[in-house]
């Protein structure tokens, strides 16, 4: 399954608005935020399409770097 660059970010930013007013959800909210920058600065154009896998390692990687340290 494709998934269309676009696609990615706007989903991932709707829900963070909609997480936004639920109180415990800002870790969660802010991980979305941060997959979606990792998303616009990977240097594949605007109408680039993911595969799933390839989201998955983008999350992956999103974690790995601004996921909470313990």
């Not at 269309?4 to 979305?32: W, Y």
């Not at 600065?41 to 601004?66: M, R």
Request: charged share 35%; aromatic share 6%.
């Amino acid at each position: 399954m494709k998934i269309g660059k676009q696609m990615a970010i706007m989903s991932h930013l709707s829900d963070c608005q909609e997480m936004i007013q639920f109180e415990g959800q800002e870790e969660r909210t802010r991980m979305r935020i941060n997959f979606v920058k990792m998303i616009l600065c990977d240097g594949k154009p605007l109408d680039h399409e993911y595969t799933t896998k390839e989201l998955d390692k983008i999350w992956e990687e999103t974690n790995e770097t601004c996921g909470i340290k313990e």
